[in-house]
C-alpha cells in the first residue's frame, strides 16, 4: 500500500490518540515515525504503532506527561520524562539543548525515564537544521550478546550524528551498534530465509544462520562495537541514574508500567570554535570529495551517510510511501488492540 506523507502522519496521529494520547504528544510521535517511514526506516516507522498504542492503553507510557527541565551548569541539564513518549520527550530535549548551545556553545542533555524514541536521526538533524551539530544516543532493551558471551547484557544502543554544509546536504550518520537490527531477523523468520552467520548467535553464544534459532544479536564489529555499546549505555543510562545494561526494562515484558529509559543529547556550535560559514564550506568540500571517489565494483557510487534514505524520501514524495498492507489495514481500522505484546520475551515472541 502507497500513502502519501501527510496520510500517514494523520492515520498514525489519530491511531495514538485513540489510544489516549493527548493531541500535542500524539501529533510529535507520529512525526518522527513517519520521518522515518518517508526515510526508508520502516523498522522505526509506522510498524511500531500497534505496540505504542497497546503501552499507552495500560498505561505504560504517561499519557498526559509531566515533563520537568532543570538546567544544572552553563551547558548541562537533565530532563525527566515521566515515562512519556520518548519521541516528545527527546525532540524537546533537543529543542532545549539548541537553544542552550546558541548560548554556551556546546549544551549536554540528559532524559530519564523516558519510554522508545524512535529513529534518533530525527534528532540530531534538528540541530544541522540550526547550523549546529548533533550527537543523540540511548538505551535499548537487553538482546546483544557482550563480545564472546552467550546472554544478552545490552541492548542494540543506538548512535547518531549530523552535521550541515553550506547547501543543502545534511549529514545523518544513525546507526544501531549491532550488526543488524531485530526486525531483519523476524523478517528473514517470516521468509523461512536463512540469515548470515555475522548477524546472531544460538544459545551456546555459537553463530547461527538459523532465523528460528537465534537467541541473542551480536555487536558491529566484535569489540569495538561492544565498547561502543557500553559508551552508549554509560552515559544515556549511567550517568543520568537509569537502570544500566541487563537492567534496562524489556520492551515487551510489562506494558503496564513506564520503561525508565535513558537518553543524551550532545549538540556543539560550530561558531564558538571556528568560523561557521567556512566550517559549512569544509563540509561541502568533504562531501564532493567523496562523491568524486572512485567506487568499487559492484557499488556505483560512494552515498555520503544519510544520502540514500533522502534519495529514498525523494522517490516517496513521488510514488507515496510503501506500507505493509496489514500495518495500512490495522491504521485506518477502529481497532487498539490491547493484548497483542503484553507478557512477551524480547524478541516480542
Ligand atoms: P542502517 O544500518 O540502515 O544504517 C546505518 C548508517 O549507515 C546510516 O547512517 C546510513 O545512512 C548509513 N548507510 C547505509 N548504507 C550506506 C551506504 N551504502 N553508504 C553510506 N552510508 C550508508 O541503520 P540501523 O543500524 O539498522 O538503524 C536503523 C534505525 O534504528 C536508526 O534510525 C536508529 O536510530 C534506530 N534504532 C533505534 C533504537 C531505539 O531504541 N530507539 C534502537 C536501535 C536502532
Request: hydrophobic share 40%; proline share 5%; aromatic share 8%.
Amino acid at each position: 500500500m502507497r500513502v502519501s506523507k501527510e496520510q500517514l502522519l494523520e492515520l498514525m496521529k489519530k491511531k495514538l490518540v485513540k489510544a489516549g494520547l493527548n493531541e500535542n504528544a500524539a501529533m510529535d510521535v507520529a512525526d518522527v515515525l513517519t520521518f522515518a517511514d518517508h526515510r526508508g526506516i520502516h523498522s522505526h516507522g509506522a510498524v511500531r504503532v500497534e505496540y505504542y498504542a497497546e503501552r499507552i492503553a495500560k498505561g505504560g507510557i504517561t499519557a498526559n506527561p509531566n515533563y520537568q527541565f532543570e538546567q544544572t551548569g552553563p551547558s548541562a541539564a537533565v530532563f525527566e520524562g515521566d515515562n512519556g513518549p520518548g519521541h516528545q520527550a527527546a525532540k524537546q530535549a533537543m529543542e532545549k539543548a539548541i537553544a542552550m548551545a546558541k548560548e554556551s556553545g556546546v549544551a549536554v542533555v540528559g532524559m530519564k525515564h523516558i519510554s522508545h524514541s524512535g529513529a534518533l536521526g530525527y534528532f540530531v538533524e534538528m540541530a544541522a537544521k540550526e547550523n549546529m551539530v548533533g550527537i543523540s544516543m540511548c538505551q535499548s532493551d537487553p538482546m546483544v550478546v557482550p563480545f564472546g558471551g552467550t546472554e544478552p547484557y545490552f541492548g542494540t544502543n543506538p548512535i547518531a550524528f549530523s552535521a550541515p554544509s553550506n547547501d543543502d546536504r545534511i549529514i545523518t550518520f544513525d546507526m544501531a551498534t549491532t550488526v543488524q537490527a531485530w526486525g531483519k531477523v523476524l523478517d528473514a523468520r517470516a521468509k523461512h530465509l536463512s540469515i548470515p552467520d555475522t548477524w546472531a548467535v544460538d544459545s551456546q553464544g555459537e553463530p547461527t544462520t538459523d532465523a528460528r534459532d537465534v537467541h541473542a544479536l551480536v555487536p558491529v564489529a566484535g569489540p569495538k562495537g561492544y565498547g561502543l555499546m557500553m559508551m552508549v549505555d554509560i552515559l544515556s543510562g549511567s550517568l543520568l541514574g537509569v537502570p544500566h545494561g541487563v537492567h534496562v526494562s524489556s520492551m515487551y515484558k510489562d506494558l503496564t508500567k513506564g520503561r525508565d529509559l535513558g537518553q543524551l543529547h550532545i549538540v556543539i556550535n560550530p561558531a564558538f570554535f571556528t568560523d561557521l560559514g567556512q566550517f559549512k564550506t569544509r563540509i561541502s568540500t568533504m562531501l564532493d570529495e567523496l562523491k568524486a571517489q572512485p567506487a568499487a565494483e559492484g557499488y556505483g557510487e560512494i552515498f555520503y551517510p544519510g544520502e540514500r534514505g533522502r534519495m529514498r524520501s525523494e522517490k516517496y514524495d513521488e510514488d507515496g510511501i510503501e506500507i505493509v498492507d496489514d500495518i495500512y489495514e490495522y491504521l485506518i481500522s477502529d481497532d487498539v488492540h490491547y493484548d497483542r505484546y503484553h507478557g512477551k520475551n524480547r524478541f516480542a515472541e
